[in-house]
């Protein structure tokens, strides 16, 4: 499942409500601010056509504490069900934000 997902996937749930599962299967709300396009700093001539390109999300939490930086199960109406690695970035007038990395 992990190779398909793409920042295509992500990009038409800009603004959408993901589930984040915490201990004892309790959940909180985050919202998918930012899909952003990772350039490589280096391009190389010996890139597999297949390989993805990297990307990362930005979610915005509003609930505290702040969570911390691990793995997290995520549930969204309609991608379902990933685990992503998410990590604090920062803070907003409307909450933590934290992004998870794809490459």
Known sequence: MLNN????????????IFDIVLEGGVSIQAVL????VIES???????????REPFSL????REEPPL????????????????????????DEEGMLYEAVFN
């Open 41 to 51: 700093p280096t391009p190389t001539t010996h890139e597999s056509p297949d390989r």
């Open 58 to 61: 930005l979610f915005r939490v």
């Open 5 to 16: 997902i793409t920042r295509e996937v992500f990009e038409p749930h800009i603004n959408g």
């Open 68 to 91: 911390q930086q691990r793995i997290y199960h995520f549930n969204h109406s309609e991608l379902g069900s990933l685990d992503i690695f998410i990590v604090p970035v920062g803070r």
């Open 33 to 36: 601010i930012g899909v952003q």
